[in-house]
């Protein structure tokens, strides 16, 4: 975030509709440089830079995706089922961008009749 201004500006970061990561916030160069260290994707979001002088105040909004290889929210498991009984297989992946959730039977494609 680098503003050019006399007197020099005093310079500060928000998260708009959040908090900066705490502890994981650090700053650079006369607080012109916003680090976050350890990125999750609830860091994902719009990030502003506020210059503030006597004589007035700038911004800039600056948006930061964090992207994520698929991980469980729910993992899939085993399943014990005696002939003629009903089973449920529920499977909970997130990511991002979101992933595509698949269904194999012995190694072989299931039609879905429920959207992913």
């Not at 994981?24 to 994707?41: A, G, Q």
């Not at 729910?74 to 909970?92: F, H, M, Q, W, Y």
Request: a positive charge.
């Amino acid at each position: 975030c680098f503003c050019f201004s006399r007197p020099t500006p005093v310079i500060r970061w928000i998260k708009e509709g959040g908090e900066l990561p705490a502890n994981r916030t650090f700053y650079d160069n006369f607080k012109k440089t916003l680090k976050i260290i350890d990125v999750s994707e609830a860091d994902s979001g719009n990030y502003k830079c506020i210059a503030r002088n006597v004589l007035g105040s700038a911004h800039h909004v600056i948006s930061v995706t964090v992207k994520a290889a698929p991980y469980w929210i729910t993992a899939p498991r085993n399943l014990v089922l005696s002939p003629g009984e009903d089973g449920t297989l529920i499977c909970r992946a997130n990511g991002n961008p979101k992933p595509t959730i698949s269904w194999l039977a012995n190694g072989v494609p299931i039609a879905s009749k429920i959207p992913n």
